[in-house]
């Protein structure tokens, strides 16, 4: 799988948009980068996946560059609750054998009042 | 459904003795996985199960671990004997290989965790 390299921390603005980048330049075609985040004492939480094309929904939107080399996740209108550990994955779909996930460090978002 | 189960949510034990911690899945899903996390370690993959069978073990640290998933809705990680290094917070999680958008997918539903302080 590529490697990830994700910010250590970051700092939002309640109400403000979060940006949380990721990059991930040895991905490859058949990859797809998945989001997930842990608030503090809980178990991960499943955000968000895609390949090439950028994808939204109710938690999030995913912007994928066009070269795929990097991510952001963005959060559009971040609360306290959102401060959490943000885990950036790289994987290619694969069942069976070989369906897991590593999880990194992460980024911790910190969102203040 | 309620989502995935774990109990205890709490465990002291002192070292040398057995520990039994619990998961049970959400209903329908065919993946089953623990996973430990410390600080030092971050969030490791232990074991995981695909329709009640081990698929992957290789994330157990030592003989000492042992899981079983004896049905589709049970299953149970094992430390016997326990160690004070075996002190973390450990996540049972559950999946299908299509997740919500019919698709194949990696969205794992993680427990609330039991941890678990080996003295």
């Known amino acids: 799988d590529a490697k990830t390299t994700q910010p250590p921390s970051m700092d939002c603005a309640e109400g403000r948009a979060a940006n949380l980048p990721c990059n991930h330049s040895?991905?490859?075609?058949?990859?797809?980068v998945y989001w997930y985040r842990q608030i503090h004492s809980q178990g991960p939480q499943y955000i968000i996946h895609g390949l090439k094309n950028n994808e939204t929904n109710e938690m999030a939107s995913l912007i994928i560059t066009e070269d795929r080399k990097s991510s952001t996740l963005i959060l559009p209108h971040a609360t306290l609750r959102d401060t959490a550990v943000y885990y950036c994955i790289v994987r290619v779909a694969s069942g069976g054998s070989n369906y897991k996930l590593t999880f990194g460090k992460g980024t911790l978002l910190t969102v203040n009042p | 459904d309620a989502g995935v189960i774990q109990s205890p949510r709490h465990e002291v034990t002192e070292m040398g003795q057995e520990v039994t911690l619990r998961c049970k899945p959400i209903?329908?899903?065919?993946?089953l996985f623990w996973y430990r996390q410390t600080m030092m370690r971050g969030l490791e993959l232990l074991i995981y199960f695909n329709n009640n069978v081990p698929i992957d073990d290789s994330g157990m640290p030592e003989d000492r671990f042992s899981a079983k998933m004896p049905n589709a809705s049970f299953s149970t990680l094992k430390i016997q004997p326990s160690e004070p290094r075996d002190s973390a917070v450990y996540f049972c999680?559950?999946?299908?290989?299509?997740?919500?958008?019919?698709?194949?997918?990696?969205?794992?539903?993680f427990g609330p965790g039991t941890r678990l302080t080996v003295t």
């Open positions: 999680a559950s999946s299908n290989l299509l997740g919500t958008s019919g698709r194949f997918s990696y969205e794992q539903y």
């Open positions: 209903s329908g899903h065919d993946y």
């Open positions: 040895t991905i490859s075609g058949n990859e797809y």
